[in-house]
């Protein structure tokens, strides 16, 4: 989707991934990890941080100082994020526990609940529906790979 909608663009772009990873199976271990490099590419550039969702925030947390304190620190750079899940009350445009997204791009809000599908996976599974699930007992038992 992201892919389609950027081929439209009518200016040069330079395209890079992480890899960030802080869930084992449907929970969140609150530990990040960055298993990629910071992309030399980012050096001096503006720079859109796409997210495909923000739930706790921690991994924007742990991620955002270390990009902007790095040799290759960007000469800006937002986020945004196809989701986001309501964790509890919306106060001052703060929507999650530990990032404030304020001012940045957000796709939807959506509940509490676990989802997969258009890239969002459990243990690497379901992430090629072409649409939005929530994962219920019998996906968990029926998918995902380290069970």
């Avoid at 609150?30 to 001096?44: A, F, N, Q, R, T």
């Avoid at 495909?52 to 925030?57: E, R, S």
């Avoid at 304190?69 to 999650?96: D, F």
């Amino acid at each position: 989707m992201l892919l389609h909608e950027l081929s439209e663009l009518e200016h040069p772009y330079i395209l890079e991934f992480m890899k960030v990873k802080s869930y084992i199976g449907t929970e969140s271990s609150g530990d990040v990890k960055i298993l990629s490099e910071i992309p030399k590419s980012m050096k001096g550039r503006n720079v859109v941080i796409v997210e495909d969702i923000v739930d706790t925030g921690r991994t924007l947390a742990a991620l955002l100082p270390q990009i902007n304190s790095h040799e290759r620190k960007p000469k800006s750079c937002t986020v945004c994020t196809m989701l986001v899940k309501r964790l509890g009350e919306v106060e001052h445009g703060e929507i999650t526990a530990s990032v404030d997204l304020e001012d940045r791009f957000v796709g939807f809000s959506i509940p509490n609940e676990f989802i997969v599908g258009m890239g969002l996976d459990y243990n690497e599974m379901y992430r090629d529906l072409m649409d939005i699930w929530v994962l219920n007992k019998q996906g968990i038992t029926n998918g995902g790979y380290g069970m």
